[in-house]
Nanobody, 123 residues
């Protein structure tokens, strides 16, 4: 059974914007810290952004800080990643992940993952 489903990826020009969504079917969505990660061809999965269960704390990779914004709507069990000023190096498959009671930067600490959505930024 799929618990996290990403959407909103696609092709965008350099400097453009995309908004990714992750719909969750977790038993208690508000009890989970949520993260966004990405993986480009030939690379390992890397941290992008995370948000605490209460949405009081957010964390960003240095490469995206100031350009990306993570948010969550606990009433609708959805986490978002607003991506602005996109660069070709942002091209990757983007994954959302859930970690009960945590919001970390470490992929191995997240037990629940979505299937990913492709983001391609053209020059």
């Amino acid at each position: 059974q799929v618990q996290l489903v990403e959407s909103g990826g696609g092709l965008v020009q350099s400097g453009g914007s995309l908004r990714l969504s992750c719909a969750a079917s977790l038993r208690t969505f508000s009890s989970y810290g949520m993260g966004w990660f990405r993986q480009a061809p030939g690379t390992e999965r890397e941290f992008v952004a995370a948000i605490s269960l209460s949405a009081g704390s957010t964390y960003y990779a240095d490469s995206v800080k100031g350009r990306f914004t993570i948010s969550r709507d606990n009433a609708e069990s959805t986490v978002y990643l607003q991506m602005n000023s996109l660069k070709p190096e942002d091209t990757a498959v983007y994954y959302c992940a859930a970690q009960f009671g945590f919001a970390s930067r470490d992929p191995p600490k997240y037990p629940i993952w979505g299937q990913g959505t492709q983001v391609t930024v053209s020059s």
